[in-house]
C-alpha cells in the first residue's frame, strides 16, 4: 500500500499543477463547499497526506496505520465529491473509480482487527 499510496501523491501534485492555473483564472467566488471540494487545493492536500502516509509506511513508523487509513479516507472523498457536488462527468473516468479502489483496500488494509502497528 506503500507504493500506491506514494504514486497517489506525485499523481496528485501533478493533478494540482496542471489544474490550478485555470482555477486561479475563474471571476467568481464559489459556493465554500464547491471551493472545499472541487478547487486544486484539495489535491495538495490529498498528496500531503498520502505522501505522509507512505513516508510512515515505508519508515515502518508507529503512526503508519492511522496515515494509511486518512489517506484511504481522503481517496473516499474524492470518489464522493462527484456524488456531494452534483456534478456530471462526461464519462466513468470522471468518477474517479480508482480512487475507490484505493480506500476500499486501504481501508480493508489497515482497519482489519488484529493488524499489529509497525515498531518505531
Do not use: K, N
Amino acid at each position: 500500500m506503500g507504493v500506491i499510496f506514494a504514486v497517489s501523491c506525485l499523481s496528485r501534485l501533478y493533478l494540482f499543477a496542471r489544474t490550478f492555473p485555470a482555477a486561479a483564472r475563474q471571476p467568481y467566488q464559489p459556493p465554500f463547499l464547491d471551493r472545499v471540494l472541487a478547487l486544486p487545493e484539495l489535491s495538495i492536500a490529498v498528496a500531503v497526506i498520502c505522501g505522509v502516509a507512505a513516508w510512515t509506511i515505508f519508515t515502518r513508523r508507529h503512526s503508519a496505520q492511522s496515515w494509511a487509513i486518512a489517506a484511504s479516507l481522503a481517496h473516499l472523498l474524492i470518489f464522493l465529491r462527484t456524488f456531494i457536488l452534483h456534478l456530471r462527468p462526461g464519462s466513468i473516468m470522471g468518477y474517479y473509480p480508482s480512487s475507490l479502489l484505493v480506500a476500499i483496500l486501504g481501508l480493508a488494509t489497515f482497519l482489519r482487527p488484529g493488524v499489529p502497528e509497525s515498531p518505531s
